[in-house]
């Protein structure tokens, strides 16, 4: 499967889920390490309706040579995440569950004693995930600066406060199980919320 291949399926099946409305929303997969390239998701298309063609190439910076296809404006900060994580693959969507769980916890969401946490790669009982929170920005820059700043290697995601969360893997398989198991872990939080 090529990455264009893989990350129209992908988009497809977060669209369904509600979690690409409109064009919101960009994944990508690294192709290449060195130097560090990336195919990243076309901006400004229905990700519910995107071909195999509607990907660039982008470098760890999110730029492009390509004349007609214009990568996400985000792009950046998924070269950013891949460099400093060695992820093989970063999504980020716009799911409910991470923004609200980001108003309630600004400073950070802490997850435990929850058996879905396994899915996220962290034991279900005594072991504390804080997920990171940053203040949105129009800027990948200043959002790769917070994400660094951040930055676990035993936490892979990050929440934007009233934007959305990107979740990395070694592949889009193992980025996609993160996220889904983030997302219930995030829902469960915000929805029997007592502190």
């Given at each position: 499967m090529t990455p264009g291949e893989a990350l129209a399926a992908e988009c497809a099946r977060y669209t369904a889920m509600g979690w690409m409305r409109g064009t919101s929303g960009n994944l990508s997969v690294v192709v290449d390490r060195d130097p560090l390239r990336l195919a990243v998701t076309v901006s400004g298309k229905d990700k519910g309706e995107l071909t195999p063609e509607d990907v660039v190439i982008v470098d760890a910076e999110g730029r492009t040579d390509d004349p007609v296809r214009v990568p996400s404006a985000e792009a950046g900060l998924h070269g950013r995440i891949?460099?400093?994580?060695?992820?093989?693959?970063?999504v980020h969507v716009h799911a409910l569950a991470p923004v609200?769980?980001?108003?309630?916890?600004?400073?950070g969401v802490e997850l435990r004693d929850l058996e879905m946490l396994k899915g996220f790669g962290r034991q279900a009982h005594d072991d504390l995930v804080v997920v990171p929170v940053v203040p949105n920005s129009q800027d990948m820059r200043v959002l790769g600066d917070a994400f660094e700043a951040g930055f676990r290697a035993d936490v892979p995601a990050l929440?934007?406060?009233?934007?959305?969360?990107?979740?990395?893997?070694?592949?889009?398989?193992q980025a996609r199980h993160r996220l889904e198991c983030l997302e219930w872990l995030l829902r469960f939080e915000a929805e029997t919320r007592r502190r």
């Open positions: 891949a460099a400093v994580s060695g992820a093989g693959a970063v609200v769980a980001a108003e309630h916890w600004p400073g929440i934007v406060a009233r934007h959305g969360v990107y979740v990395w893997g070694d592949d889009l398989h």
